[in-house]
């Protein structure tokens, strides 16, 4: 199974979104600190998105690339709530859109993906 760079890209991004993404929603709302580090997270969220529109299987998109068009969605309409004062929806938005990155993360570690081949290969589970 190989690794393309645009994997590689892909995977360092939502590694990255997955960190600054929780170290956002730990910290204290409105900050100097959380808007720097929501802007840094929504910048690897996007990068994330983005690059996963060039990783095709087998030259097609496939349905987990709709979760791609809805984090886009759901990153717009959350920053779109914030400007307007809509404080609820974008709290509601954004953190819908961390958990639906961990949960697409927890889908990648199944034995039939790319990278849960290799982790469960080098745990010595396959």
């Known amino acids: ?3 393309t760079p645009l994997i590689v890209a892909h995977l360092v ?10 170290i956002t929603l730990a910290l204290r709302k409105g900050t100097i600190i959380h808007r720097v580090f929501g802007r840094i997270w929504v910048g ?3 990068a994330t998105a983005l690059v ?5 299987s087998s030259g ?6 709709l979760l791609s068009v809805g984090t ?7 920053i779109y709530a914030v400007i307007n004062g809509n404080i609820y929806a974008h709290r509601r938005g954004m953190t819908s859109t961390y958990v639906g990155l961990v949960i697409a993360g927890m889908f990648t570690l199944l034995p039939d993906r ?5 982790l469960w290969t080098v745990v010595g589970l396959i």
């Not at 991004?13 to 929780?22: D, E, I, Y």
């Not at 996963?52 to 095709?56: A, D, L, P, T, V």
């Not at 886009?72 to 959350?78: T, W």
């Open 114 to 118: 790319r990278l849960g081949h290799v």
């Open 1 to 3: 199974m190989e690794f």
């Open 52 to 56: 996963s529109f060039g990783i095709r």
């Open 72 to 78: 886009v969605i759901g990153l717009a309409a959350s």
């Open 13 to 22: 991004a939502a590694v990255g979104a997955v960190v600054f993404g929780g």
């Open 60 to 65: 097609h998109f496939s349905w987990i690339h």
């Open 44 to 46: 690897l969220m996007l």
